[in-house]
C-alpha cells in the first residue's frame, strides 16, 4: 500500500509544466535551424537536441539550451492553462510551492522575473542546475533536500529515473500528459507503486489538434497528492 511523505512542498518544473515556452522553443529552433517542426514531431523531450546536433554536431546541451530557450523566448512566455490556479489552490491547502528546473545558471536572472510577474507571492525558491550537474542531480539534489510530497514534470524518461531513486520514497511523481512523453509507456493513467514505495502517474490528456488542454488534470492531481 502507498504512503505519501507528509511533507506539504511540492516541486514543479518550468518549461511546458507551469510555463508554457514550448510553442516558442519550437518556432525559435525552425528559425534558427531552417526546419518545419511541430509539436508533434517531438517523440520524445530531447529531439530538438538531436535534430540541432545533426544540423551543428559540436553544439552542447548548454548552447542549444541558450539558443532554443532563449531569453526573449522566456520573456514572452505565459503560464500553462490553469497553472498559476493549481499553484494558488496548492497554497489554499497549505502547500510550499517550489521550482527545479534544468535551465541553467545564466538564467536565474530571467526565470526569477519570470515567475514574479507570473505567480507573485506562490513561489518559495527556485532550483537551477548547477554547473557541471546533469538534469538527473539537479532535480535529485532538490528532492533530497527538501523530501517533497509531490514533483510535477513533463519529461517522461527524467521522472521515471527520479521516481526510482531510493531518495525518492513516498514522493509522488507526476507526469503532466505532452506530444513529447506520449510514447513512454511506463507511466500511466493508472499510476505505478515503485519498490522504494514511490507512486508515479500520468495526469491530463493532450488531444492532437490543439494546442489546448483537454482535461488538463490540475483537480486530478490535488487528489492524487491527498488533498
Given at each position: 500500500?502507498?504512503?505519501?511523505?507528509?511533507?506539504?512542498?511540492?516541486?514543479?518544473?518550468?518549461?511546458?509544466?507551469?510555463?508554457?515556452t514550448a510553442l516558442g522553443s519550437i518556432a525559435n529552433y525552425n528559425h534558427l535551424f531552417d526546419d518545419e517542426?511541430?509539436?508533434?514531431?517531438?517523440?520524445?523531450?530531447?529531439?530538438?537536441?538531436?535534430?540541432?546536433?545533426?544540423?551543428?554536431?559540436?553544439?552542447?546541451?548548454?548552447?542549444?539550451?541558450?539558443?532554443?530557450?532563449?531569453?526573449?523566448?522566456?520573456?514572452?512566455?505565459?503560464?500553462?492553462?490553469?497553472?498559476?490556479?493549481?499553484?494558488?489552490?496548492?497554497?489554499?491547502?497549505g502547500c510550499i510551492t517550489h521550482i527545479s528546473t534544468s535551465r541553467p545558471q545564466s538564467?536565474?536572472?530571467i526565470t526569477e522575473k519570470s515567475f514574479k510577474k507570473h505567480f507573485p507571492g506562490l513561489i518559495k525558491d527556485i532550483f537551477l542546475r548547477g554547473e557541471n550537474q546533469t538534469k538527473f542531480e539537479s532535480k535529485l539534489s532538490t528532492i533530497k533536500s527538501l523530501k517533497p510530497r509531490a514533483v510535477i514534470d513533463d519529461d517522461a524518461d527524467l521522472m521515471w529515473e527520479l521516481a526510482n531513486a531510493q531518495e525518492s520514497a513516498g514522493v509522488i511523481f507526476i507526469l503532466?500528459?505532452?506530444?513529447?512523453?506520449?510514447?513512454?509507456?511506463?507511466?500511466?493513467?493508472?499510476?505505478?507503486?515503485?519498490?522504494?514505495?514511490?507512486?508515479?502517474?500520468?495526469?491530463?490528456?493532450?488531444t492532437k489538434g490543439s494546442w489546448e488542454w483537454r482535461n488538463y488534470g490540475w483537480d486530478q492531481m490535488i487528489r492524487i497528492m491527498g488533498f
Open positions: 500500500m502507498f504512503e505519501h511523505n507528509n511533507s506539504i512542498d511540492v516541486i514543479l518544473d518550468a518549461d511546458s509544466t507551469t510555463i508554457d517542426l511541430t509539436p508533434y514531431d517531438l517523440s520524445h523531450y530531447y529531439v530538438l537536441y538531436e535534430k540541432a546536433r545533426e544540423k551543428e554536431p559540436n553544439l552542447t546541451d548548454e548552447e542549444i539550451t541558450l539558443m532554443v530557450y532563449s531569453e526573449e523566448v522566456i520573456k514572452k512566455a505565459k503560464p500553462t492553462a490553469f497553472a498559476k490556479e493549481f499553484v494558488e489552490t496548492l497554497h489554499d491547502f538564467q536565474r536572472d503532466v500528459d505532452q506530444p513529447w512523453n506520449k510514447f513512454f509507456r511506463q507511466i500511466s493513467w493508472k499510476g505505478v507503486v515503485l519498490p522504494n514505495n514511490a507512486f508515479i502517474i500520468r495526469v491530463g490528456d493532450y
